[in-house]
């Protein structure tokens, strides 16, 4: 395993379904992201995990709920979601330290269509 | 407000010709600032990065040129091959609290390269 894998790559729910997308990171990095890309607007951050601990919430609703078990996983949780939530949900991470770039590094995005 | 702005939806170059992708920000803070690339169905991956310390950095057939005092940047692809067909997004960053970095980036700009 390389890099940054996220399952499932496609992903169909209804409305009131419960489902999970996953990360998980094989760089030993100790921070990691999920962010939106809709059509034509930029990447949107939604969470940030530094550690373990979250450290950022992007104003998120909270249809979304992300879990981070420990520095290599990551799971988006979603529940009730509207049809404006589908979009191309990418995970990154990154190795933060005092003077680093904040380069991250992408798993190929999980593309999620609400009906 | 978005932070970061890539006015050019789309661009076609000739094979062999220059292309040259455009983004301009607003935020004084970003000292960091990276392009990444995106094919479809692929998650991002990084092409290159600038410091604000400099004005060019180079890297094969990629130069990207940063004009601090105009806040706009562009990469430099030449010459141009079929396979940079893709998006790219600029990216930029300061150090926020403590030692994190975060990535504000832009819609993306999607480059077809003609042969």
Redesign the interface.
């Given at each position: 395993e390389t890099g940054?894998t996220?399952t499932p790559r496609h992903l169909v729910m209804g409305m009131t379904n419960k489902k999970s997308l996953k990360c998980e990171q094989h760089l030993g990095h100790n921070?990691m992201y999920w962010y939106k890309q809709s059509a034509?607007?930029?990447?949107e951050?939604m969470f940030?995990y530094?550690f373990k601990e979250q450290?950022?919430n992007n104003s998120v609703p909270s249809r979304f709920s992300p879990e981070c078990p420990n520095s290599s996983h990551l799971f988006l949780h979603l529940h009730t979601l509207q049809p404006e939530d589908s979009a191309l949900y990418?995970c990154?991470s990154s190795q933060?330290?005092?003077?680093?770039?904040?380069?991250?590094?992408?798993?190929?995005?999980s593309r999620l269509t609400v009906l | 407000d978005q932070q970061v702005k890539q006015n050019s939806p789309s661009l076609s170059v000739q094979e062999g010709r220059i292309s040259i992708l455009n983004c301009d920000y607003t935020n004084s803070m970003f000292d960091y600032f990276l392009w990444y690339k995106k094919y479809p169905a692929e998650g991002p991956t990084f092409l290159i990065s600038i410091s604000s310390i400099k004005d060019k950095n180079e890297d094969g057939r990629f130069t990207v040129f940063l004009n601090k005092s105009a806040k706009h940047l562009s990469l430099h692809i030449v010459p141009s091959q079929p396979g940079d067909s893709a998006v790219y997004f600029c990216a930029a960053s300061f150090i926020s609290s403590g030692s994190a970095r975060q990535l504000t980036f832009g819609s993306g700009t999607q480059l077809t390269v003609l042969p």
């Amino acid at each position: 395993e390389t890099g940054v894998t996220q399952t499932p790559r496609h992903l169909v729910m209804g409305m009131t379904n419960k489902k999970s997308l996953k990360c998980e990171q094989h760089l030993g990095h100790n921070a990691m992201y999920w962010y939106k890309q809709s059509a034509k607007k930029p990447l949107e951050l939604m969470f940030v995990y530094n550690f373990k601990e979250q450290t950022e919430n992007n104003s998120v609703p909270s249809r979304f709920s992300p879990e981070c078990p420990n520095s290599s996983h990551l799971f988006l949780h979603l529940h009730t979601l509207q049809p404006e939530d589908s979009a191309l949900y990418l995970c990154a991470s990154s190795q933060v330290f005092p003077g680093g770039t904040g380069e991250l590094f992408f798993g190929e995005g999980s593309r999620l269509t609400v009906l | 407000d978005q932070q970061v702005k890539q006015n050019s939806p789309s661009l076609s170059v000739q094979e062999g010709r220059i292309s040259i992708l455009n983004c301009d920000y607003t935020n004084s803070m970003f000292d960091y600032f990276l392009w990444y690339k995106k094919y479809p169905a692929e998650g991002p991956t990084f092409l290159i990065s600038i410091s604000s310390i400099k004005d060019k950095n180079e890297d094969g057939r990629f130069t990207v040129f940063l004009n601090k005092s105009a806040k706009h940047l562009s990469l430099h692809i030449v010459p141009s091959q079929p396979g940079d067909s893709a998006v790219y997004f600029c990216a930029a960053s300061f150090i926020s609290s403590g030692s994190a970095r975060q990535l504000t980036f832009g819609s993306g700009t999607q480059l077809t390269v003609l042969p």
